[in-house]
């Protein structure tokens, strides 16, 4: 027998194109009246002759705004994109800048249901039921992968179990003991955790683990059917930013091919990042999105830098929202380490406020069996070097202890002699991936 095709609200997915349009234009107007009562986006939107939502008359007005990157957003630190009053904000996420400054945000009890709403949905569209027991393994703290999915799940009536990442034993005596049905995770963790019961005293075919929702950081089809056929259980797909709440921005139906973005909720565009025009639909471009169901912090056109096509012929679930590719990369130097987010340029601002460092890094990421691992080599001043090993040594601890505090991942520092880093001819080359292209 055919499975069932389960929805959360069947009539907002299988909406026709006219209404959808009718939603996006409603809901972008709605998002164009708060922005022009923000800080930050006043002006812009003046410039370009917007002053309030009535300025917009047709989604075709969509293109007169100015695209919004992550350097707007740490430009508007901390409160420069907050409509209405902060005393309705009910919760604040930050998600890692290009610096130290973070991008915040912030969401007041309205935008904490729609998000968890948004959440509840993509789970419903994968299968996930309230019988179901999730296992949430995603980081819970200022990164949305973890309360975000968690508000959602609970909408839907699943237990949540907020295991957060790490420890993985306990991850394993609770899926267990617990009867744990869905995992959320990174891929890479999702295959560490595979290693880890096959090392373990229990035995696979005593656990009642179905599915798993991954998401975080880009992985091929091939390395989802790796897991799916190692770990006998059917992996989803899901993509989010913290910038657009989290994850659930788009995600995979019961058919596993390709990602539903929820258009009633974001307009996408997929645009040719050095043009900035539109591509046409199948070609691969940057994800600009604007978000429609958030009240607290308007986001509008915003470049997240991922790459990816429309697919353009129907999904076989019925729903009308337009499905995404896989993700294919990523338009900056963004790096994406065991899920977290660092850029090489963290990295450096916190190498060159150190005096005895010298003239050449290099950020290197290998895999170290299914996880990543960064090595971060400095080449230090002759003095320092020439110095006692205590002197370097304690140098080393500083610059540890200062990237892991702002990218919360621990890198191993090597400090090296001068001149040893080989400089690069032409543009200096700061990393060095070596992870195999999955
Ligand atoms: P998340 O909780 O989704 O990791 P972040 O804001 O920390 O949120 O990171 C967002 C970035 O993570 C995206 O811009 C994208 O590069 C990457 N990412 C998230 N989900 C996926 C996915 N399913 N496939 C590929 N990359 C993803
Ligand atoms: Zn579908």
Known sequence: MAREIPFWDKKVETASRDELNTIQLVGLKKQVEHACQTVFYKDRLAKVGIHNGDDIKS??????????TKNDLRSAYPFGLLYGSQDDLVRIHASSGTTGTPTLIYQNRKDVDMSADTMARSLVAAGCTNKDIVQN??????????????????????????????????????????????????PSY????????????????????????????????????KIQNKLGIEVYNCYGMSELNGPGVAFECIFRDGLHVWEDRYIMEIIDPKTEEPVPDGETGELVMTILHRDAMPLLRYRTRDLTHVITEPCACGRTHRRIARFTGRTDDMLIINGVNVFPSQIEEVILKEKGVGANYLIIVEKKGVLDKLTVQIEVTPSVFADDARVLASLAKRIKNAMSALITINPVIELKEPGSIPLATGKAIRVDDRRPKE
């Open 59 to 68: 989604l075709a007005d969509l293109k007169r705004i100015p695209f919004t």
């Open 137 to 186: 393994m995603m980081t819970y703290g200022l990164f949305t992968g973890g309360m975000c999915f968690h508000y959602g799940a609970e909408k839907l009536g699943m237990t949540v179990i907020p295991t957060s990442s790490g420890n993985t034993l306990r991850q394993i005596k609770f899926m267990h003991d617990l009867g744990t049905s869905v995992v959320h995770a990174t």
């Open 190 to 225: 999702l295959l560490h955790l595979h290693q880890a019961i096959e090392d373990s005293e229990y035995n696979r075919k005593d656990f009642k683990w179905r599915m798993a929702v991954t998401g975080a950081e880009p992985h091929s089809e091939e390395l989802r059917q």
